[in-house]
């Protein structure tokens, strides 16, 4: 161990500007490396730093392409099946982040979708629901498999957006 003091690199001046306000999901918080980020979209909907135009394009490519981002009433990271380097995953295949669904992001996707298309956002809480009834909260799954059982962070969070969302309704 040095004696020397350790001081934070200056990144002063180093942070780029924000860019002007995106128009779609594909301009939006959304796309890393050429692949859509469906829970940093959703995020950015319950955070209300999406404007309201970003925020029903981000809604209505969740419906648009729902039968890809969910299963079991839980959502992928990215859409059309594929996994972060684009490559084709089988249909509700692939794992842990490149591919499975998590019950994490579920309340910022259904206060997204709900703008929309409330009667999805409530099929999607409940499909999550009758999920955990059966196999328990766990931080992943696909086709095949549930990974992590007892993933407390699967049961919690999308209480925050799922309330937020009963509460915008009222």
């Known amino acids: ?20 306000p995106p128009e779609t999901l594909g301009q939006a918080v959304a796309w890393l490396e050429g692949v859509p980020d469906i829970w940093g979209s959703a995020f950015a909907v ?66 997204a979708l709900d703008r929309l298309d409330p009667a999805l956002a409530d099929r999607t809480v409940i499909g999550m629901v009758k999920h955990f009834q059966q196999h328990g909260a766990n931080e992943w799954i696909n086709a095949k498999e549930c990974r992590l059982a007892g993933y407390l962070a699967s049961a919690a969070l999308p209480l925050a957006g799922i309330r937020d969302m009963m509460a915008r309704r009222s």
């Open 1 to 20: 161990m040095s004696d020397t003091p350790q001081t934070a690199p200056d990144n002063s001046g180093r942070i780029p500007p924000p860019a002007k």
């Open 46 to 111: 319950w955070l209300s730093v999406a404007t309201d135009e970003q925020s029903q394009r981000i809604a209505g490519y969740f419906r648009e392409h729902y039968n890809e981002l969910v299963m079991h009433g839980q959502i992928r990271h990215i859409s059309g099946f594929t996994d972060w380097d684009g490559n084709r995953v089988a249909e509700n295949g692939g794992d842990y982040q490149s591919g499975a669904f998590w019950a994490t992001p579920v309340g910022w996707f259904v206060f």
